[in-house]
């Protein structure tokens, strides 16, 4: 090594001084807890939280697991019979940007929302037209905690089993692969059927 000089090293930073601490973390848990109590009682009988879509985690990773989304589509509300406007005022949560991409979905969804709405019990508004049976079954109504209507497994675990030989013959990523080369082409062999169809049309004028 050369004759160079030493470097500066800066030790005392008094760092002491300016370290962030979270001691009111338990506090806040509590108030937290104490406030989600006070709400719960506070909108009882009512859901404490409002109803949601299943949907697909994103990505290739984790599209298997079905998770509680933001809202229902307008598709979805028309499908079961609901307003959006409407829903918005019975515990339904409507989100306008998201789109149905599949008929399972779409299926899924409105399903949820008609099993909410054999559970969902709703007083007129006004209270000359209250009956006795509604005034009932609203004082016997539990608060549900969480999703009213649970989002469904993604999928069944089976039992094991032997492999067959018909498995054995299979070969998955050729018929994969077999079934990506037709979808990417289903394009151009539309479209060369209908221009061999219009050829032979055009032969017999």
């Known amino acids: 090594m050369q004759n160079k000089q030493l470097p500066n090293t ?3 930073k008094e760092w002491d001084l300016r370290v962030r601490t979270w001691f009111n973390q338990p506090g ?27 949907v697909r985690c994103p990505t290739v990773k984790y599209n298997r697991k ?7 589509t307008f598709e979805e509300l028309k499908a079961a019979g609901i307003n959006a406007k409407y829903a918005a005022t ?10 149905n ?3 399972e979905s779409l299926a899924l969804n409105v399903q949820r929302l008609k099993a909410y709405q054999a ?5 007129p508004r006004n209270p000359k037209q ?31 089993r ?21 979808q990417r082409s289903v394009g151009k062999v539309q479209k060369r059927v209908a221009f061999i169809k219009e050829k032979k049309e055009n032969a017999k004028k």
């Open 28 to 54: 806040r848990k509590l108030r937290r807890r104490r406030a989600r109590v006070a709400k719960a009682a506070q909108i009882a009988p009512r859901p404490t939280e409002l109803l949601r879509p299943a």
């Open 130 to 160: 209250r009956t006795a049976e509604d005034l009932e079954a609203y004082k016997n109504a539990a608060q549900a905690q969480g999703q009213v209507v649970p989002v469904p497994a993604a999928f069944v675990d089976e039992a094991p």
């Open 90 to 99: 019975v515990g339904i949560a409507v989100d306008h940007r998201r789109r």
């Open 162 to 182: 032997a492999v067959t030989a018909e498995e054995k013959k299979s070969r998955a990523y050729v018929t994969l692969r077999q079934a990506r080369g037709v």
């Open 10 to 12: 800066h030790f005392r």
């Open 66 to 72: 079905v998770r509680v989304g933001r809202g229902f």
């Open 101 to 103: 991409r599949s008929e």
């Open 119 to 123: 559970k969902l019990i709703v007083l």
